[in-house]
């Protein structure tokens, strides 16, 4: 079973229907997936905040192995903090901050090309420059060898995905995606 978590923002509809999991906030749902999916909309400490009870038992699924995607907010989540959200801590799982885009419009709607800049499994039978849909105002910066994809915007490059061993995580919606998302959705799925 493909756990999404709810946190009680955003649509899930399209997740759960592109990787044919269950949305759930129950604890021992979460913690008896074989998979586990963190999207997320909203404001970094916010979500940090509702995410609390669930934090320990995902990342217990983390370290177990567990085939894990972090989606939008998801990846953000993932590292030590976020301008957003001064003095809230992430879930420190890579590290490295998040900051707001600048120089550019914000946030960044639309649809945007990723540039594979190393192989993952997440992306197989994707095409190098292939299109995503895209609705942010902040980015990860990595201080570490994580980065799997990127993406231009304006006069900006942004990391877009990032990928260490059973981790992964897309700065796009890939449910909103169309062939390319589903073919993500897909490839996460068959892990």
């Not at 749902?29 to 916010?46: D, H, T, Y």
């Not at 990846?75 to 301008?83: A, I, N, R």
């Not at 919606?173 to 490839?187: C, F, Q």
Request: aromatic share 10%.
């Amino acid at each position: 079973m493909i756990a999404i978590v709810d946190l009680g923002i955003g649509n899930l509809a399209n997740v759960r229907k592109a990787l044919k999991g269950e949305i759930t906030d129950d604890p021992y749902r979460i913690e008896k997936a074989e998979k586990i999916v963190l999207p997320g909309v909203g404001n970094f400490g916010a979500v940090m905040d509702k995410l609390e009870p669930l934090k320990d038992i995902i990342l217990e699924g983390i370290r177990e192995g567990k085939p894990f995607l972090g989606i939008c907010l998801g990846l953000q989540l993932l590292f030590e903090e976020s301008e957003e959200s001064p003095g809230r801590k992430g879930l420190g799982v890579f590290r490295g901050k998040v900051v707001r885009l600048r120089g550019v419009r914000t946030p960044h709607i639309g649809w945007n090309q990723v540039w594979i800049k190393r192989s993952c499994p997440l992306f197989e039978g994707v095409k190098n420059g292939a299109y995503f849909y895209f609705v942010h105002s902040y980015h990860a910066i990595p201080e570490e060898d994580i980065v799997v994809g990127v993406t231009d915007y304006g006069n900006i490059e942004f990391v877009s995905a990032v990928c260490r061993d059973n981790i992964y995580a897309v700065q796009f919606h890939p449910e909103k995606s169309s062939r390319n998302g589903l073919i993500v959705m897909k490839n996460f799925r068959g892990m």
